[in-house]
Structure formats: structure tokens, C-alpha cells
């Protein structure tokens, strides 16, 4: 039983991190391109990328919340 229902959750569940994964990159290119990540504003931020299916809602949050701190201190 618990394989089946497994089974059944995690091709959705790969699909949002995959999801979530591109939004996060596409997030961090633009930021890049507004050299928002680049020394000495901020340190390197170590994201998780869709080789690392661990992903989760705590981590963009954390990662949106440095982020976000880091454009606010900028300005």
C-alpha cells in the first residue's frame, strides 16, 4: 500500500520542485543581471538546483528573504 500511494505522489511532486527550481533560476539570472548577487553586496548564496530534488518551501523562503534584504540594504 504505502508503495502505490508513494507511486502516485511523486511524479506531482517532482513536477512543483522542477517548477519551483526554474522559477528560482530565473530569480537568481536576474538579480545577477542587476548585480544584485555580486560582491561586496552580498555573500555567494548556495541554492539548491534541480540536481538536488530537496528542495523545499523553507528554503525558498529563506532564499527570497536573503535576497530581498540584500536589494533592500543595496538601495
Do not use: W
Amino acid at each position: 500500500v504505502g508503495s502505490t500511494l508513494l507511486g502516485s505522489i511523486q511524479p506531482m511532486k517532482l513536477a512543483n520542485i522542477s517548477k519551483i527550481n526554474k522559477n528560482t533560476d530565473k530569480l537568481i539570472r536576474n538579480l545577477k543581471d542587476l548585480n544584485i548577487l555580486s560582491e561586496p553586496f552580498c555573500p555567494p548564496l548556495i541554492i539548491p538546483t534541480s540536481a538536488e530534488p530537496k528542495l523545499n518551501k523553507m528554503t525558498i523562503m529563506i532564499a527570497i528573504t536573503i535576497i530581498s534584504i540584500t536589494f533592500y540594504v543595496r538601495l
